[in-house]
């Protein structure tokens, strides 16, 4: 599954192609034939302001024409755990940051991201957090504290000290 833009062209009857913008897509998705692909199942969500396309590829076999509404529920929950886990393991555990160039330090590498990553869901898990970034303001503003307490300490010397002008 994957997210239609507006501009991509699809084909009711193949052969007609016309952006995917100006089709009137049922609740229940419709099949369609996306340029340079083949057969797929486009749904409609209204999830916040812009109204959104989603395209799902189905093997053959497995595309009834029946109504799969629930399905596609099901499968754009699991779309957006699945989008969240990157968004978490590139934002929080720098999976991508990483200034080694060989095979076994880039796996020691990626092994280390997913074992924090793993960690960082247990201790939301343990401490009933509504998200993991939470618990990373909240360290971030300690280390903050904690930084410019050191940086300052001995330094008053620095802070300006303005008297007043007198006009004699």
Same mark, same amino acid.
């Given at each position: 599954?994957? *997210? *239609?833009?507006?501009?991509? /062209?699809?084909?009711?009857?193949? =052969?007609?192609?016309?952006?995917? %913008?100006? /089709? ?8 369609? !034939? /996306? ?9 409609? $969500?209204?999830?916040?302001? #812009? &109204? ?5 590829? /189905? #093997?053959?076999?497995?595309? #009834?024409?029946?109504? %799969? ?13 699945? $989008? ?8 929080? @555990?720098?999976?991508?940051?990483? %200034?080694?160039? =060989? ?11 997913? @074992?924090?990553?793993? !960690?960082? %869901?247990?201790? @939301? ?7 993991? !970034? ?10 903050? $504290? ?11 010397? &620095?802070? #300006?000290? @303005? ?6």
């Amino acid at each position: 599954m994957f *997210g *239609g833009e507006n501009n991509r /062209l699809v084909s009711v009857e193949k =052969g007609t192609w016309q952006p995917v %913008q100006s /089709l009137d897509i049922p609740a229940h998705g419709m099949f369609v !034939y /996306l340029r340079g692909f083949g057969r797929v199942k486009i749904f409609r $969500a209204q999830l916040k302001d #812009p &109204l959104r396309r989603y395209i799902v590829y /189905l #093997p053959e076999k497995s595309q #009834p024409d029946t109504d %799969q509404e629930d399905d596609f529920k099901i499968a754009h929950d699991a779309h957006w755990h699945i $989008a969240q886990y990157h968004r978490a393991i590139k934002q929080l @555990c720098h999976i991508e940051h990483f %200034q080694v160039r =060989g095979k076994i330090p880039i796996s020691n590498h990626t092994f280390s991201a997913l @074992c924090g990553y793993v !960690y960082l %869901q247990k201790v @939301c898990a343990i401490q009933f957090l509504s998200s993991l !970034y939470q618990m990373q303001r909240a360290l971030f503003k300690e280390v903050v $504290a904690e930084f410019t307490e050191h940086l300052v300490a001995g330094k008053n010397h &620095l802070d #300006p000290q @303005c008297e007043r002008v007198v006009n004699v």
